[in-house]
């Protein structure tokens, strides 16, 4: 006799996996409190989450899409395809990388992606 069969996951069915209530950690939450997004289960958990502040979530900016897009091209470049392989299989990918930066197309490759990466940490803080 096989193991009884399980029906399908939440992934296969397409409903959603349960989240259990942050506040109480018993109960299967059934509402977001609309500042925090925390999941909760009831009015008495939602009350007792109210007790302490919660703060808004702010909505993370879009990804720059004109920077990826540069990226990407850039990447199809067979002469920087050749130099990130270089470095990529060197046993001494720091001369390797060195040799990199002396060619115009590694350089701007790097700024752009230093620019993209700055840009994406500023945005946190």
Do not use: W
């Not at 899409?65 to 392989?85: F, G, P, V, Y």
Request: aromatic share 4%; proline share 8%.
């Amino acid at each position: 006799m096989g193991k009884p069969k399980k029906g399908p996951s939440p992934k296969e069915s397409g409903t959603p996996p349960k989240r259990s209530c942050k506040v109480c950690e018993k109960a299967v939450s059934k509402y977001k409190c609309p500042s925090c997004l925390i999941p909760y289960c009831s009015l008495v958990c939602f009350k007792k989450h109210k007790e302490t502040p919660c703060v808004k979530q702010v909505p993370t900016p879009e990804t720059d899409t004109t920077s990826c897009t540069e990226i990407r091209d850039a990447l199809k470049d067979e002469d920087l395809q050749k130099l990130i392989r270089n470095i990529d299989f060197s046993a001494d990918a720091r001369t390797e990388l060195d040799k990199a930066m002396e060619q115009e197309v590694f350089r701007l490759f790097t700024e752009k992606i230093l620019s993209m990466v700055n840009r994406s940490g500023d945005q946190r803080l």
